[in-house]
C-alpha cells in the first residue's frame, strides 16, 4: 500500500506539471541514497537504537531513513511511468464572472 500511494503522489505531480508547469520531484540520486543509508547505518540506527531501548524514543525512530528513500523510489517510478491521455489536455477554460453576474 506505501508503495502504490507514493506512486500515485508521483503520478498526480507528473499530471500537474504537464498540465499547469509545477516542478517535478527530483529523483534520488544512487549515491546519495548510499550514502544516507551509510550514515543511517553507522549513526542514526544505533542512536535510535539505544534511546528506544533506555525507552527515551519510539521505534519508528530507527527507520526513518529506509522509509524516506523507499518512497522517494516509489514517487521517482509514479512521475516515470505517468503520461497524461492526450485529451486530458484539452481543457476547457472557467468563465471569468463580471460583475454583473448574480
Known amino acids: 500500500?506505501?508503495?502504490?500511494?507514493?506512486?500515485?503522489?508521483?503520478?498526480?505531480?507528473?499530471?500537474?506539471?504537464?498540465?499547469?508547469?509545477?516542478?517535478?520531484?527530483?529523483?534520488?540520486?544512487?549515491?546519495?541514497?548510499?550514502?544516507?543509508?551509510?550514515r543511517w547505518l553507522l549513526k542514526e540506527l544505533p542512536a535510535a537504537a539505544v534511546k528506544f531501548v533506555l525507552g527515551r524514543g519510539p521505534a519508528i525512530d530507527m527507520v526513518v531513513t529506509p522509509l524516506d528513500i523507499y518512497c522517494a523510489r516509489s514517487r521517482d517510478r509514479g512521475q516515470k511511468e505517468a503520461s497524461l491521455p492526450p485529451q486530458a489536455k484539452d481543457k476547457d477554460n472557467l468563465p471569468i464572472p463580471t460583475d454583473d453576474s448574480p
Open 1 to 38: 500500500e506505501l508503495d502504490s500511494q507514493w506512486a500515485r503522489y508521483g503520478k498526480s505531480n507528473r499530471y500537474l506539471h504537464e498540465l499547469h508547469g509545477v516542478d517535478l520531484a527530483w529523483p534520488l540520486p544512487v549515491a546519495d541514497r548510499n550514502r544516507s543509508l551509510l
